[in-house]
Nanobody
Framework: QVRLVESGGGLVQAGGSLRLSCAASGTTFSINTSGWYRQAPGKQRELVATIYSGGTTNYADSIKGRFTISRDNAKNTVYLQMNSLKPEDTAVYYC?????????WGQGTQVTVSS
């Protein structure tokens, strides 16, 4: 059974930083595509960043240059470093891992950025 557990969310002032972590059990991040999504109140869930099995990354235009996705294969953990946070980054952030046979989600972690 695949389980993803996010941590690291919280309340931060605009311009601040947070690092989200997503630890996996029952699957291995390094051989799958993993990513971070977010969902703000009243909005659809949107893709924030992706890291592929080979290490290639991809980012939404809204967070390019501010967020960095990375992976620690030894810890089987994916991270999202978020810098220069803005109030519009406020959302629940979800970790995802996917392949042809799998599409698993974490429970989400709340990020709130105050102005």
């Amino acid at each position: 059974q695949v389980r993803l557990v996010e941590s690291g969310g919280g309340l931060v002032q605009a311009g601040g930083s947070l690092r989200l972590s997503c630890a996996a059990s029952g699957t291995t991040f390094s051989i799958n595509t993993s990513g971070w999504y977010r969902q703000a109140p009243g909005k659809q869930r949107e893709l924030v960043a992706t890291i592929y099995s080979g290490g290639t990354t991809n980012y939404a235009d809204s967070i390019k240059g501010r967020f960095t996705i990375s992976r620690d294969n030894a810890k089987n953990t994916v991270y999202l470093q978020m810098n220069s946070l803005k109030p519009e980054d406020t959302a629940v952030y979800y970790c995802n891992v996917a392949n042809r046979l799998l599409n698993a989600w974490g429970q989400g972690t709340q990020v709130t950025v105050s102005s």
